[in-house]
């Protein structure tokens, strides 16, 4: 059953490939986005119960073995990120077909395909250079959707997307090349397993490799001094695209993240109390860019700054020693990501209905939504009470974990951080409650004064926008099943000797007669690799 | 050998950063073209030591001969070299495409995303 590993890849890929021979037949490729998005969901849903009752699955590309061949694992984390994006991916599908009429531009959904196949490319490579080639894979789709989807900001946001986030990449570029100079490897267990060696000898390579690492994840994060293409072009696109964004964009940077100090560089801990401090600041900084602005996707777009400043800070919590805090900061990441990749495209749909019924996002502009339309009114209220983390939602629970861990870690300004933005994203949430349905319609703005198109919302649109709140609510009603799996996936991220074991010491299919050429000890590597694994 | 290449990438690096900071968006893709050669270049001196024994193996042998240099950097930044020249074939449509659209070269003046 080890193809089923590759699949995630491989039925995005296909979407694609097939999605643009259709480029004429706008049914014909809707069809066939819907077909590979709902098959993707069933492939995720096989993989986490796999995973949940057979620990972590491997693949090993080409039949070559660890070190050698490229890596695909997929762990209890993986699996559940992999569902994560497989959903949302047929959720903004779906929505996306709603807004634009079953008639989207026909690069778009082949794009949004390629960027799936990123996105699941990243959660499952177990190698540090193919994560590289699976940032660039999904950043470009990224780039080319805001481009084509949004006018004339789309352009420009794609513009200031792309300078800054290929600066990440240069980053993370000289970085691959300093480990495998450092290690000669870049298999991400194999690392684990050398790196404690490399950095008792190289100290300060070995923390630069981590922090040049560090840099450009945070950059794909968008964490305090490297987040502002996120702003410049989060809100420009279309609201589905944007609602894939939201979910999926930031979450890579962010599992790169906790997969680097966890395992290939497990030893740069050092570095943990700076990204702490870092991630301090930026929910602060997020949520005050929030308060300051007037249109709602980019109030939105800033808040996700915020909200992943709390998911980073579990990450950086990994800096206490106590193993019950460091179960409960890397459970309360992997919750706290589940909940924010939900709520935050929930809300951008939400945008995108609002600016259908309203006439737009410009909350000068808008008002009178609640008496007119009192289930959108609800729908807001639901997601926006669970971004800022009332209880009985989802985000209660979330803050709940991130909080707890930063008291039994004794990080008190962190704490008091994470409470102070969290009143501010009442704040801001209010702000649009009071804006957009609470106050009358400004006199002289009659009804949907700039609505483009049609301004008919049919089932595809509220359809996905209703799955992802009661997704939500599910979550914050009965938070214990997905905080148990979250648990599990945590504990499966903090016991690295797990994973470590499952890629190297997993054969390749031995019917397939893997290479039997092991060239790779005379190919004299800077350091000498230690001894094979044995049949 | 090893100290100039890493004097040329240093060098590359400064005037990619350079050209990047003149508010302009035809020097933007100079820029990131000259960033993204620097990387490559970085990347494939820090990774292995230069050898000029290609890693071939002579008819026979299982192995190629000792000293020979490790391939893979060199497979690294042939992938790189691909995905940067893709990246930047896109960046140099797209960056002509804003600037017709806009009108605008000077990116001081292209703010209307950030406010």
């Known amino acids: 059953m080890n193809w089923l590993i590759a699949a995630p890849l491989l039925v995005p890929l296909l979407s694609a490939g097939l999605g643009l021979l259709a480029w004429r037949r706008p049914r014909l490729q809707a069809a066939i986005s819907l077909a590979g998005q709902i098959g993707l969901v069933a492939v995720a849903v096989i993989l986490v119960l796999q995973v949940d009752r057979g620990g972590i699955r491997t693949l090993q590309a080409g039949g070559w073995a660890a070190p050698i061949g490229i890596t695909l694992a997929v762990d209890a984390l993986s699996a559940l990120l992999l569902l994560l994006s497989s959903v949302m991916a047929l959720a903004a599908g779906l929505y996306g077909l709603g807004w634009w009429n079953a008639r989207p531009a026909p690069a778009l959904q082949p794009l949004m395909s390629v960027l799936i196949l990123g996105v699941n490319g990243a959660f499952m490579t177990g190698d540090l250079f193919n994560l590289y080639v699976w940032f660039e894979v999904l950043l470009l789709a990224s780039f080319a959707l805001l481009a084509l989807s949004g006018g004339r900001a789309g352009l420009e946001g794609a513009v200031k997307a792309l300078v800054l986030n290929m600066i990440g990449s240069l980053f993370f570029l000289v970085a691959v090349g300093v480990v495998y100079g450092l290690a000669g490897t870049l298999n991400l267990a194999d690392l684990h397993l050398r790196m404690e060696a490399i950095h008792a000898a190289h100290p300060t390579a070995v923390m630069a490799a981590a922090s040049m690492l560090g840099v450009a994840f945070a950059l794909k994060a968008a964490l305090f001094p490297v987040y502002f293409w996120l702003p410049a072009s989060y809100h420009v696109p279309a609201p589905g695209i944007c609602a894939l964004f939201a979910a999926l964009l930031t979450k890579v940077g962010l599992y790169s993240l906790l997969r680097l100090f966890t395992l290939p560089f497990a030893v740069a801990g050092a570095l943990l109390p700076a990204l702490l401090t870092l991630t301090a600041i930026t929910m602060v900084s997020g949520v005050l860019g929030a308060l300051t602005r007037f249109e709602i996707k980019r109030i939105l777009a800033w808040h996700s700054i915020s909200q992943t400043g709390y998911i980073a800070a579990g990450i950086g919590l990994l800096l206490t020693k106590d193993p019950q805090v460091r179960l409960l900061a890397v459970t309360a ?60 939602l989802s985000g209660f629970w979330a803050k709940l974990a991130v909080l707890r861990a930063a008291a039994l870690s004794g990080q008190w300004g962190l704490l008091a951080a994470a409470l102070a933005a969290g009143l501010m994203t009442l704040l801001s949430m209010l702000k649009i409650w009071n804006e957009a349905f609470w106050k009358p319609r400004p006199a002289g703005e009659t009804a949907a004064p700039s609505a483009p198109r049609s301004a008919a919302i049919g089932p595809a649109l509220w359809g996905p926008v209703l799955l992802l709140l009661a997704l939500v609510a599910v979550m914050g009603v009965f938070p214990q099943p997905v905080l148990d799996l979250s648990r599990r996936a945590a504990a499966g991220v903090l016991d690295p000797q797990a994973y470590v074991a499952a890629v190297r010491w997993d054969d390749a299919d031995p019917a397939r007669g893997a290479p039997q050429a092991r060239t790779e000890t005379t190919l004299t590597a800077p350091n000498p690799r230690p001894e094979r694994r044995q049949r | 050998m090893i100290v100039w290449l890493a004097l040329i990438a240093g060098l590359l690096f400064a005037a990619g950063l350079h050209q990047l900071q003149q508010r302009s968006l035809p020097r933007i893709l100079i820029g990131l073209l000259l960033l993204s050669n620097a990387a490559n270049l970085a990347l494939f001196t820090a990774s292995a030591p230069l050898r000029e024994v290609p890693p071939l193996a002579a008819v026979g042998e299982s192995a190629p001969p000792a000293g020979a240099a490790d391939p893979l950097p060199q497979a690294l930044v042939l992938t790189a070299i691909v995905i940067g020249f893709a990246v930047l074939a896109f960046t140099g449509a797209l960056l002509l495409r804003t600037r017709d659209v806009l009108a605008e070269e000077d990116t001081d003046l292209i703010r209307e995303t950030d406010a």
């Open chain 1, 333 to 392: 990441v992997v919750f706290f990501l589940l909940h924010h990749a939900l709520v935050k495209p929930a809300l951008f749909m939400i945008s995108g209905l609002i600016a259908r019924r309203g006439g737009g996002t410009e909350l000068t502009l808008a008002g009178g939504l609640y008496p007119a339309r009192p289930v959108l009114s609800a729908a807001f209220l639901l997601a926006a009470l669970s971004l800022a983390g009332l209880p009985p």
